[in-house]
């Protein structure tokens, strides 16, 4: 009796622990993201800069945890690897008449979408002028979000502030698309409107090759899209003394490390979910963003109901450890869904502690949030006091794990509500954006 008894019980516990595990949330585990985050931020990685090696190895790496989670591909690929080309524009030769006058060289700015850009016809061209005493940077910010052929009239007065834009418009100007109906041309002039004028510029062109790399768990809903994201890019190496990689450790291998250990967290669910997750780490942030907005143009935006965007969860916040805070709090209803979705328990979310930084347009969900997504960015970094920010220091050894794996915790079920479907943050009005 006693022998059956026993047998009996031990049945009874393997069938219960067995329930169980299939009923038990899988674990976000410190070593995992430590082993990743490791990887991601080793020297061997060179710094992740967009166009390099460095980066083409750390792309490989994520699409291996992809794969060896057992993650779907994006529609219309077949890899992990969302690819694209950017054009590299550096200036070769600018000639410039100006109501029968030539410019000379040193007096022209010229900015063009193209590898040769024309311009003849005044009635072509949306003109604007800088006369003595108005603000430079106003009417030259103007001009340079407007679009099609532009011709900037400066004041000679403002010949100093001219000379260091030229400076800097002289590097390589990278471009997804070319467009030769796309260029502003500004001139130092006493002309204060255009009668006639002859525009001829000319760059030396390159193409690049870089990628995004994405996943995707397909839900019971296909066209309703929750994204979670990070930039894999960083600064690469710079400098010849001392420690001359910029592992970007924080920025945002910490990000990225999140997206991998939160695509194996819902994989493992072993349940499809409601809404489909698309799981992505972005190229070429910090060089402007390319990668997000490449990504965007993939999709619907409409389809994205949120996106959850992970930057630099390596250090504990201000407001302490167990704490992050949401860029754009005022712009959706999403933080408020994230703070009650992890009421009760230990994490908080709290809205981004510094507005004036402007740190929701300075990631990639400003892209999508201009389309009308609920795209906020999840951070814990103290970024006012940082010593390591966007310096070779940012290294794996500055950081606080068991912070990062709470807050990887945390992500996860505030996310849980949207997934499942029952919550569904408001729009962002891309009308009320910068
Ligand atoms: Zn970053």
Avoid at 77 to 93: A, D, G, I, V, W
Avoid at 94 to 99: D, E, F, K, Y
Wanted: proline share 4%.
């Amino acid at each position: 009796m006693k022998k059956q008894l026993t047998v009996l019980f031990a049945l009874a516990l393997f069938s219960f622990s067995n329930f169980t595990s299939c009923q038990q949330a899988p674990v976000i585990d410190e070593a995992e993201v430590t082993r990743i985050i490791s990887t991601l931020a080793a020297d061997d990685m060179e710094g992740r800069r967009t166009f390099t090696p460095g980066i083409d190895k750390a792309a490989k790496f994520i699409a291996g945890e992809f794969q060896k989670t057992g993650l779907e591909y994006l529609d219309g690929l077949n890899s992990y690897q969302q690819k694209f080309n950017m054009y590299s524009l550096t200036p070769e030769s600018a000639s410039v008449t100006i109501n029968g006058k030539t410019i000379a060289e040193e007096d022209i700015l010229a900015s063009v979408s193209a590898q040769s850009f024309e311009l003849k016809d005044v009635t072509n061209a949306q003109v604007f002028t800088i006369p003595a005493g108005t603000d430079f940077q106003a009417t030259f910010n103007e001009a340079r979000r407007a679009e099609g052929k532009r011709v900037v009239l400066v004041d000679p007065s403002h010949k100093n502030l001219f000379t260091r834009y030229k400076g800097f418009f002289t590097r390589a100007n990278r471009v997804m698309e070319l467009d030769a109906a796309n260029g502003m041309v500004m001139a130092i002039t006493k002309a204060t409107s255009l009668k006639s004028v002859d525009i001829k510029v000319t760059n030396t062109m390159e193409e690049n090759a870089l990628g995004n790399v994405a996943a995707k768990i397909t839900g019971n809903r296909t066209n309703e899209i929750v994204v979670f994201s990070g930039h894999y890019d960083h600064l690469g190496i710079r400098g010849v003394e001392g420690d001359t990689i910029y592992n970007g450790a924080n920025d945002d291998a910490s990000g990225t490390t999140a997206v991998l250990t939160l695509a194996k967290y819902f994989k493992d669910m072993g349940t499809k979910p409601e809404r489909t997750i698309i799981f992505v780490a972005f190229t070429a942030e910090e060089m402007g963003g390319f990668g997000s907005r490449y990504f965007s143009q993939q999709l619907n935006p409409d389809e994205i109901v949120a996106m959850f965007n992970i930057e630099m969860i390596g250090k504990p916040a201000v407001s302490g450890p167990n704490t992050a805070w949401i860029t754009g709090f005022d712009k959706s209803d999403f933080g408020t869904l994230l703070q009650k979705a992890v009421e009760g328990t230990e994490y908080e979310f709290y809205a981004d502690p510094y507005p004036t930084q402007n740190l929701f347009y300075r990631s990639d969900n400003a892209t999508l949030a201009r389309l009308g997504v609920p795209a906020h960015t999840i951070s814990t970094t103290p970024i006012d006091v940082d010593p390591d920010y966007h310096k070779s220091s940012d290294e794996v050894s500055t950081l606080d794990m068991a912070h990062m794996t709470n807050t990887i915790k945390a992500i996860s079920s505030a996310a849980e509500r949207i997934i499942s479907g029952t919550d569904t943050p408001t729009r962002v009005d891309p009308a009320g954006l910068n």
